[in-house]
């Protein structure tokens, strides 16, 4: 299925949808739904790392609306196992692109560091997790399920009448701040994750009403930020499962640690810029929602 030549997501009806919908969730939703119709003929051929990537954005970005509106819209039933189903397509799509962004970030630090070479054995090790990972997710797309979960996006989920999106919109920005104000120096790594959870929230459903562009740009510095150091934790914790997992030389344990030390370096800068990233996102999120 790897020749797949995307003339079947020219045709699902999500591809003839109007643009124009009164009700700005289901807009919003309808719009990422269109983006990952859009972005799977890519994700099946394979070549071009970047369609997955987006596909499984605009997966999340679904999810994500779905979150900060569960308790506005008129089935709850149905969002949460919308919900639930998007967090499925998720993980398996994520299972490929983790490997991606780990074997370019280890790829590019070889290049720098002598004897890299030696860590080739490790490389292929992520190769082969990364290939059994594609067929999964080949198979999700072929699934059933996945065709299922599209269909419900043909006529999504709407807010309850009376409800504002953009009362979703602030409601998500305060528990951003919230979390962000418990925040200090020591920190615990996975503390500083659901901040930048938070924060891509808050991004995707300013992004999602509309305007503040002061806000969504400060949320994605803050969300890069926080994204630096989350890549840094996973990367160290790979390479320590990765090492374990083959007979290295002392030259591939060598380098194994010269790169781990980089991934602690990089935690350590994204320590130190975080508190400013916020300082400035919190100015614009209380000028645009408080």
Known sequence: ??????????????????????????????????????????????????????????????RSLLRSTRERI?????????ESELRWLGGVLGEVRDRDVLSSHLIGG????????????????????????????????DSTRYATLLAEFDSPPALREGERFATAVAAEYERLRKAAKRLGTDSSDAELHRVRIRAKRSRYAAEALGGEPRFVARAKLLQDVLGEHQDAVVAEKRIRELIAAVRGTGR?????????????????EAREAWPKAWARLRRAGDDAWR
Do not use: C, W
């Not at 020749?3 to 003839?16: E, R, V, W």
């Not at 591939?252 to 030390?261: K, M």
């Open 252 to 268: 591939t344990a060598l380098v194994a640690g010269r790169l781990i030390e980089r991934q602690r370096r990089r935690r350590i």
């Open 1 to 62: 299925m790897d020749n797949y030549d995307g003339s079947m997501a020219s045709l699902h009806p999500l591809s003839t949808l109007a643009t124009r919908e009164p009700d700005p969730l289901r807009r919003a939703l309808r719009a990422q739904a269109r983006e990952i119709v859009a972005r799977e003929p890519g994700t099946r051929l394979g070549s071009d790392p970047e369609e997955l990537h987006k596909q499984r954005v605009a997966t999340r970005r679904l």
């Open 110 to 141: 070889l290049g720098t560091i002598e004897e890299g070479a030696s860590f080739g054995g490790i490389l292929e090790l992520l190769d082969g997790e990364r290939e059994e990972a594609r067929h999964a997710l080949i198979d999700a797309l």
């Open 74 to 82: 008129e089935d709850l039933n149905r969002g949460a196992r919308l």
